[in-house]
């Protein structure tokens, strides 16, 4: 399964790449972004952070019952307004990134999976 996050945050980065007005997570051309927003909007490197993030947050939500998932949905939540909290910091919001996937990957690496 590590190499379905792999090969999905490429297909994500791919389609960032074409359609640069579009994060993951949001659409840079929206009114009423916040600065917070803007600033990921415009730095190539945390929108592809933020193009993996919620690859791996979506796939991730998809694999657990309500209960799991739903202490997802506040964990990301919370981190949403870490990294809001961030302003137009670009070392701060990569590092809230970077904190967030490491969060989700240790979730992954959690899973009982088959041999």
Known sequence: MAAVFTTATCI?????????AAA???DCNASGLTP???????????NDDDVKMATMYT???GLFAMGVSGNMGDDQKAWLQTREACGTDVSCIGKAYDTRIE?????????????
Not at 12 to 20: D, E, K, Q
Not at 36 to 46: G, H, M, P, S
Not at 103 to 115: R, T
């Open 103 to 115: 969060q989700l990957q240790k979730l992954y690496d959690g899973i009982d999976k088959p041999l």
């Open 36 to 46: 917070n927003e803007k600033t990921i909007c415009d730095n190539r490197a945390l």
């Open 24 to 26: 993951a997570s949001f």
């Open 12 to 20: 994500g980065s791919a389609l960032v790449t074409t359609t640069p």
């Open 59 to 61: 796939m991730l939500k």
